[in-house]
Structures are given as C-alpha cells and as structure tokens.
C-alpha cells in the first residue's frame, strides 16, 4: 500500500544553521506534497505544500524540493530559530484527491 | 482563511460514557473531512474520512461502531467515542478540505482534542 518514509526522526541544530527533512513515497501516482509544523500539544499547521508539476518552492526561511524520478521530497529550513522547534511531518497525497499519507515526524531542536 | 474548529479541547469522563467530539469549518465548506487519532510522539494516524451527505469510510482496524461519524453539513463533522473505555484515550484530532483546488487542495486541522477516560 502506500507508504511515507521520514527521516530522520529527531534532529538538533544551533541557532542560525539549516535543517534538512528526508521524505520518501511509495506510491507513483502522489501528486500533493503538504508539510506540517506541530507544536507540544497543538493542531498540525501546514507551512509550505508543493505540486507534483514543480520541482522546487521557497517561502522565506523555508523551501520544499521534490525529485519525482526518485520519489523524494525535502524541506529546507535557513537560518533556523528556536521557534522553528517542533515536530515535522510530511505527507504525500495521490491524484485522485485521496487521504494524505503522513511520515512518522521529525522533532526538531533548535538550541540557542 | 481555513480556520477548522473542534470541540471539546478537552473531556476527562468515566469508562462507558459516550463522547461526542465536533468539528466545524469556519469560513469555507468542507466536502471532506478526515478524523485521526495520535498517540504520544507519533505520527498522526487516520481513522476514516467522510464526505456530506454519505456514509463515512473508515480505514482498516478502526470500529465502525465504536466510533460514530456524521458529516450532515458542508461545515460540520461529528465523531462520537461509543461506550469509551481507557484504551480510547488519545488526541483525536479532525481535519477538513473543502471543494475548490481539486486534487491540490490544502487540508487544514482543528486544534484536536484529548480524550481521557478514567
């Protein structure tokens, strides 16, 4: 069935450096890619979403990249801030309009 | 935009009571709306989805009858917790899509709700 792989699952960084999250799918026909910030306790918020027909998107600190040969897709995050830690979570979602596949989450640590 | 409210944030009842969780969209209609479930530092793990008007679909080893979905408007989503017992605490959280976009329409969530049944 279809699948998301997160990677990886917790990650730290210092204040200023840049975060990189991993993810992968399974199923081919996924066209809708949303990313996810959750705080302790919050509702996921979607940050950044990317379409199956565009290779890369940027929205300030943040960027998403999407390599469809290979089934991949990454979030960039520039200059992070201790605000910036949370929980990640991609997800993909296929072209029929379906259910969203999550991955497993990254928790993101940004120390001062 | 997209503002998706839940309610309660927060129920503590007893083993056996049923609990009814809301779930409304804001300022758009929702065609779909999706209900999950999240235990502590994992992901978030769909239970079923329901579009207006029709009967939900409720993903593989999640109880039909034990957890009760109503999608009678464009705007609000009902999930009841039948007969709930300990093992039914989690943070149900439910999340809803409305119809312009197609297949890229963004999926917004509500601020979930944490169930504890004592």
């Known amino acids: 069935g279809e699948n998301v792989e997160q990677h990886p699952s917790t990650l730290s960084v210092q204040e200023g450096d840049s975060a990189v999250i991993k993810c992968t799918y399974s199923?081919?026909?996924?066209?809708?890619f949303p990313w996810y910030k959750q705080e302790l306790g919050k509702r996921p918020q979607l940050i950044i979403d990317i379409r199956s027909n565009v290779g890369e998107k940027k929205d300030q600190r943040i960027a998403v990249t999407l390599n469809k040969t290979a089934k991949h897709f990454s979030l960039h995050i520039t200059e992070t801030q201790p605000e910036d830690s949370a929980v990640y979570f991609c997800?993909?979602?296929?072209?029929?309009?379906?259910?969203?596949?999550f991955g497993q989450g990254t928790e993101l640590s940004v120390k001062p | 935009g997209a503002v998706v409210s839940q309610h309660p944030s927060w129920v503590i009842c007893k083993s056996g009571t049923s609990v009814k969780i809301e779930c409304r969209s804001l300022?758009?209609?929702?065609?779909?709306m999706f209900w999950y479930r999240q235990f502590p530092k994992q992901s978030l793990m769909l239970m079923a989805t329901s579009n207006e008007g029709s009967k939900a679909t409720y993903e593989q080893g999640v109880e039909k009858d034990k957890f009760l979905i109503n999608h009678a408007s464009l705007t609000l989503s009902t999930l009841t917790v039948t007969s709930a017992h300990p093992e039914d605490s989690s943070f149900y959280i439910c999340s809803a899509r409305g119809s312009t976009g197609g297949a890229y329409q963004p999926q917004h969530f509500g601020d979930g709700t944490r169930l504890s049944i004592l």
């Open positions: 199923d081919s026909a996924s066209n809708y």
């Open positions: 997800a993909a979602r296929n072209n029929q309009g379906g259910k969203l596949i």
């Open positions: 300022d758009f209609q929702a065609t779909t």
